[in-house]
């Protein structure tokens, strides 16, 4: 839909922010270890981290906007790849419990750091400091619509407690 200077600003915003954000997140796909493990899968192991806990199917179908049906061959292939690991709830001793475990969480770490590192490298390299001030900005402006979209209550910028880790720590 071209040109955008006919469309009012916040169509204009969103269009180009749409864009951006999907070639952003190609570029951050381009970056990641060729380790033969689906993005639903990594999506999956990154949800079983940032959650700090062990989930049931239910619970991390709900997070990942599946069904629970849907995640059951991605569960079986991550636990075949010993990237999670599944125990009975003591509580409920029908319910399965799933974890991520160290193969799994180093997958994501590793990702991470390539990524993080092309990344910095490329800012470092490429945008003067305001505009990397700006993309801070930015950033948390991103960060904020999607703690929105996602319904959680919005109290100010979001911190890095609030988004996760970014893999930095252990993920």
Request: charged share 30%.
């Amino acid at each position: 839909m071209e040109p955008t200077e006919l469309l009012p600003p916040e169509i204009e915003a969103a269009i180009k922010i749409r864009r951006s954000v999907q070639r952003f997140a190609r570029q951050l796909r381009f970056r990641r270890l060729d380790s033969g493990v689906s993005g639903t899968k990594r999506s999956v192991l990154g949800s079983l981290f940032r959650s700090g806990k062990s989930l049931t199917v239910s619970e991390l179908a709900r997070m990942e906007r599946l069904q629970p049906q849907s995640l059951t061959r991605v569960i079986a292939e991550l636990e075949i790849a010993k990237m999670i690991e599944r125990t009975p709830d003591e509580i409920d001793r029908r319910q399965l419990l799933i974890s991520i475990t160290e193969t799994g969480r180093n997958l994501l770490i590793a990702d991470a750091q390539l990524q993080i590192e092309w990344l910095r490298a490329t800012v470092a390299e490429h945008l003067s400091r305001p505009e990397q001030q700006m993309l801070l900005v930015a950033a948390e402006l991103i960060e904020r619509i999607c703690d929105i979209s996602d319904g959680r209550e919005i109290t100010g910028s979001a911190t890095t407690e609030d988004r996760g880790s970014d893999f930095q720590k252990a993920d």
